[in-house]
């Protein structure tokens, strides 16, 4: 179970009771095995191999605004690798991340 849950913690318990309420069962009372699953999402390596990067290359592309405007070919080049790391980064979260309908925190 540890490969399928692999960014969650999650914890399994079984509650044994002796009987269970139905109100559509023809006895009211009966003999019940249940059992709770309780999961909480790692979320911290998200946030380092994703987040953190992402806000350290928006912030360097954002100090050539500080710069001369006599230098626009390094202003250039920095804006543009800034954005192509950017653009792997994300590709590369998208890879390892699970196919989902809808749309996640690192697609927007």
């Known amino acids: 179970m540890d ?5 969650y913690n999650y914890k399994f318990t079984k ?6 309420f139905c109100d559509q069962c023809y006895e009211d009372y009966f003999p019940c095995v249940g ?9 911290m390596i998200h946030i380092l ?3 953190v990067p992402s806000a350290l290359f928006v912030a360097v ?3 050539s605004i500080v710069w001369p405007a006599d230098v626009i070919p390094g202003r250039t080049v920095l804006v543009i690798t800034s954005l192509l790391t950017q653009c792997s980064v994300y590709f590369n979260v998208v890879l390892k991340s699970p196919e989902t309908s809808y749309i ?3 697609d927007v």
């Open 15 to 20: 509650l044994l009771n002796n009987s269970c």
């Open 104 to 106: 996640k925190a690192v």
């Open 49 to 51: 191999s994703a987040y």
């Open 61 to 63: 592309a954002w100090m």
């Open 3 to 7: 490969d399928y849950l692999a960014n």
């Open 35 to 43: 059992s709770t699953l309780w999961l909480k999402r790692r979320y």
